[in-house]
C-alpha cells in the first residue's frame, strides 16, 4: 500500500502541469538544478521598478503615462499585456510559453540578478504558495558503447 501510494507521487510529480495546482510539488531549493525551469513558463506579472532594474525602461521615464510605455515594449516584444488599472505588465513569453528571458539550452535565467521581484519571491508567493509545477529534465541517454562495438567487428 505504502509503495503503491509513493509510486503514484512520484508519477504525479514528474507529470506535474503548470495549469493544474493539484498536480504541483512541495518546494524544496535542490529541487530547481533538475528542474526544465517549469515556473519560468507561468505568465510574469512586474511592475514599472521592475522594468527599471532589467533596464529596459530609464529611470527618467518613470513620469510618462505607463501606457505609452506599455505601448513600446509591446513593440519591442518584451511585454505581452499591461493591465492599465493595476499597472502591471505581463513579460513577453515565447512560443513554448518560456519566458523572454529564459536561455532555451541551458533553462537558466539570463538576467538572474535583475530578475523581477514576482521570480524572487516565487514560490512563496504565487498561485500556489510553498508548492511549484516540477518537472525533471529529461535524462541524458548514455552512448551505447556496445553496439559500436559490435558495428567495428
Ligand atoms: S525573468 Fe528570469 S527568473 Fe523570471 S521568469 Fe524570466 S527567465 Fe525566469
Not at 116 to 133: L, S
Request: hydrophobic fraction near 30%; charged fraction near 30%.
Amino acid at each position: 500500500m505504502l509503495e503503491t501510494t509513493s509510486m503514484m507521487k512520484s508519477n504525479l510529480i514528474a507529470a506535474a502541469e503548470i495549469d493544474r495546482l493539484d498536480t504541483w510539488a512541495k518546494y524544496s531549493a535542490p529541487m530547481c538544478g533538475s528542474c526544465m525551469s517549469s515556473c519560468c513558463t507561468l505568465p510574469v506579472e512586474v511592475k514599472i521598478k521592475d522594468l527599471i532594474r532589467i533596464g529596459v525602461v530609464d529611470e527618467f521615464e518613470r513620469g510618462e503615462p505607463a501606457k505609452n510605455i506599455a505601448k513600446r515594449l509591446q513593440k519591442e516584444g518584451i511585454v505581452e499585456r499591461y493591465n492599465q488599472k493595476s499597472e502591471i505588465f505581463t513579460l513577453q513569453r515565447m512560443s513554448n510559453n518560456d519566458c523572454l528571458y529564459l536561455d532555451r539550452k541551458s533553462r537558466l535565467c539570463t538576467i538572474y540578478d535583475k530578475r523581477p521581484d514576482t521570480c524572487r519571491n516565487h514560490p512563496k508567493v504565487g498561485p500556489r504558495p510553498g508548492y511549484c509545477a516540477y518537472k525533471p529534465k529529461p535524462l541524458e541517454r548514455p552512448t551505447n558503447t556496445s553496439s559500436r562495438t559490435l558495428e567495428r567487428f
